[in-house]
């Protein structure tokens, strides 16, 4: 059973950064595609960005320019190095991982931005 332990939420004001992490449990992560996604109160979990095996990024509109994501193969961890942040952006960000056709999700961590 693989593990995933997300950290790096927590309360920030509007135009600070905060840096995700999603650890893996196993070694699996190395062949695998990581998602991060989030869900604010109310409404349906969404995907925010993607990492693939060979390294492609994906970002949805919302974020691009102020998200980053990137992973360290050694470590079995992804990041997501968010910037600028916005209220909207308040949500429990959770991380996830697909290989060979088996998902798996993270914990979630909350993120709360204020005005």
């Known amino acids: 059973q693989v593990r995933l332990m997300e950290s790096g939420g927590g309360l920030v004001q509007a135009g600070e950064s905060l840096r995700l992490s999603c650890t893996s449990s196993?070694?699996?992560?190395?062949?695998?595609?990581l998602g991060w996604y989030r869900q604010a109160p109310g409404k349906q979990r969404e995907l925010v960005s993607y990492i693939t095996i060979d390294g492609s990024t994906h970002y949805e509109d919302s974020v691009k320019g102020r998200f980053t994501i990137s992973r360290d193969n050694a470590k079995r961890t992804v990041y997501l190095q968010i910037n600028s942040l916005k209220p909207e952006d308040t949500a429990v960000y959770y991380c996830k991982l697909d290989s060979y056709g088996i998902t798996y999700w993270g914990q979630g961590t909350q993120v709360t931005v204020s005005s």
């Open positions: 196993e070694t699996i992560f190395s062949i695998a595609d």
